[in-house]
């Protein structure tokens, strides 16, 4: 029995497609995030509308197209080849993503999974494994999560600082999205 080794069309037209984006839109302004150190918002959109980003590669009941690991990994050559960074941004959701696939009740990735995957809405998520005191230790973690009001939303998520970045994630009380947090970058 031989092995073969060639990529389908399907692998083929990715591969292609993420080459030509990698090419047109990543390689172009590489420089400037790598100088910046700006996140690529405009390139992850435009990747997340092509179906470049990891969002794909959810099971279909969830909203994604169901590809392979193999299609992934020929996925994220190709978008590396154009920035490793900028590729690293655009596959960053896949940290919260992973959490939920393997944490997740069915009913709660029901719920999250496919907000992943609307090509007109991008959502990035991430995944908090660093703190000052604690590097990437992940037993050492001082942040906790506390439920707060009578919904049981999550009102405070302190100290969390990643990137220099913390984030408020309430949500359903209007708070949300990332903040300075002084005296960091």
Same mark, same amino acid.
């Given at each position: 029995?031989?092995?073969?080794?060639?990529?389908?069309? /399907?692998?083929?037209?990715?591969?292609?497609? +993420? !080459?030509?984006?990698? /090419?047109?839109?990543?390689?172009?302004?590489? +420089? !400037?995030?790598?100088?910046t150190e700006e996140f690529p918002y405009e390139v992850v959109k435009k990747a997340h509308r092509l179906g470049l980003t990891p969002a794909a590669f959810l099971p279909e009941e969830y909203g994604g197209q169901g590809l392979d690991f193999l299609t992934e990994l020929i996925l994220n050559e190709e978008l590396h080849w154009g920035c490793a960074?900028?590729?690293?941004?655009i596959q960053s959701m896949a940290l919260a993503m992973a959490g939920i696939r393997?944490?997740?009740t069915e009913e709660q990735k029901k719920r999250w999974l496919p907000e992943f995957t609307n090509p007109d809405k991008l959502v990035i998520?991430?995944?908090g494994l660093t703190e000052p005191d604690s590097g990437s230790d992940a037993l050492a973690m001082k942040t906790r999560a506390t439920r707060t009001g009578a919904d049981g939303g999550v009102g405070?998520?302190?100290?969390?600082?990643?990137a220099g970045v913390g984030v408020d994630a309430d949500r359903r009380a209007g708070g949300g999205g990332p903040v300075r947090v002084p005296g960091h970058r």
């Amino acid at each position: 029995m031989t092995l073969d080794f060639s990529l389908t069309q /399907e692998q083929t037209a990715i591969r292609q497609l +993420a !080459h030509e984006f990698a /090419e047109k839109e990543i390689r172009p302004v590489a +420089a !400037h995030h790598d100088e910046t150190e700006e996140f690529p918002y405009e390139v992850v959109k435009k990747a997340h509308r092509l179906g470049l980003t990891p969002a794909a590669f959810l099971p279909e009941e969830y909203g994604g197209q169901g590809l392979d690991f193999l299609t992934e990994l020929i996925l994220n050559e190709e978008l590396h080849w154009g920035c490793a960074g900028i590729a690293v941004c655009i596959q960053s959701m896949a940290l919260a993503m992973a959490g939920i696939r393997a944490s997740g009740t069915e009913e709660q990735k029901k719920r999250w999974l496919p907000e992943f995957t609307n090509p007109d809405k991008l959502v990035i998520g991430g995944l908090g494994l660093t703190e000052p005191d604690s590097g990437s230790d992940a037993l050492a973690m001082k942040t906790r999560a506390t439920r707060t009001g009578a919904d049981g939303g999550v009102g405070d998520v302190c100290p969390a600082r990643t990137a220099g970045v913390g984030v408020d994630a309430d949500r359903r009380a209007g708070g949300g999205g990332p903040v300075r947090v002084p005296g960091h970058r």
